[in-house]
């Protein structure tokens, strides 16, 4: 026991815990992360209040209300991808090299660092989650349990993204461009915008394709327990959660190998 706690358990919780206060100590990052998606539910929100009636949809459904669940998904791609950026600073600092050279598993060096992102996006889309009853979404405490799951096999799966593409950039100013490309498209076609029912065929291909949109489904079938207040076109819980789970692991094992790789390779 005391070898296992060594070698697996010590090694991930220092690094999980090093990512917590590195975030926490960059308040710019806190605000960016938070503000920028509750900015985009406010003035979205308000701006299709009026004009937003997808087919469908239940009669009454608020603009601000359909958004709300896009919203906190929003806030957790924010914060977990980009909270991956310190691998390429500790890159250049040269902690990761340290790290990578002492004798623990790296695959408690994954572990740790895609644990410490996880929890800071997860953090930061609860406290949004505990909004809900205010746009009319009623929020029992088994509803919050299961929200808090779907949300962290979400979180999981997308950390482990940035991590996997972070590994192999040489500059951060590289990773915010490739991110940027990859992150607006993979929320956009979500579902988080607008539904997949009235899309063209070519755009319901991408979003069916897309992991996220999954994660999304999940999300809204939890706050939304009642099938008609979901929205057309939302894949079921079972399938939701299978893909969104599936995702997190195998990007999981994907970044495991990639940091198993001798130390040039990796890091090159």
Known sequence: MDDLRRRLLLPTATLWWREIVRFYRQRSRIVGALATPVLFWLLLGSGFSASFRPPGMPEGLRYSEYFFPGTIVMIVLFTAIFSTISVIEDRKEGFLQAVLVAPVSRATIVLGKILGGTTLALGQALLVLLAAPLVGIPLGVGDF???????????F????????????????QGFHAIMNLLLMPMWFLSGAFFPSEGAPGWLRFLMAVNPLTYGLAALRRVLYPAATSVGPGVPDMALSVAVTCGFALLSFLAARALVSRPLEAGLA
Do not use: R
Request: aromatic share 12%; proline share 0%.
């Open 157 to 172: 799966g997308l950390t482990t993204l940035g991590f996997l593409i972070a590994w192999k950039m040489e500059s951060t």
């Open 145 to 155: 349990l299961l929200a808090t799951a779907v949300l962290f096999a979400i979180a």
